[in-house]
Nanobody, 120 residues
Framework: QLQVVESGGGLVQPGGSLRLSCTAS????????VTWFHQAPGDERRGIAC????????NYSGSVKGRFTIYRDNAKNTVFLQMNNLKPEDTGVYYC?????????????WGQGTQVTVSS
């Protein structure tokens, strides 16, 4: 079973930055597309960024485009989400998942997620 672990969350002031990590366990994350999801309090889990297994064509939701950057470090078997200019509405739990491509169903099991709180 494909397993991923999210980390890097925390408490940050509006306008601040965080970098989240999605690390694979037992498989090569570079062979898969990776999607980051955001689940705000009381809301459903929503995809916000995806990076394909190869090539530069990353995808972002309108709410994070221009502020967040998804990228991978295959040597570390990790996909990162750099989050800049954070807003209170970015608060929530962030999850990542592995899939064949950015439109395919999730293949990995859901991790615990990492909590991000944006507050002054």
């Amino acid at each position: 079973q494909l397993q991923v672990v999210e980390s890097g969350g925390g408490l940050v002031q509006p306008g601040g930055s965080l970098r989240l990590s999605c690390t694979a366990s037992g498989f090569t994350l570079g062979d898969y597309a990776v999607t980051w999801f955001h689940q705000a309090p009381g809301d459903e889990r929503r995809g916000i960024a995806c990076i394909p297994p190869a090539g530069p064509r990353t995808n972002y939701s309108g709410s994070v485009k221009g502020r967040f950057t998804i990228y991978r470090d295959n040597a570390k078997n990790t996909v990162f989400l750099q989050m800049n200019n954070l807003k209170p509405e970015d608060t929530g739990v962030y999850y990542c998942s592995a899939r064949r491509n950015c439109l395919a169903p999730t293949l990995s099991s859901w991790g615990q997620g990492t909590q991000v709180t944006v507050s002054s």
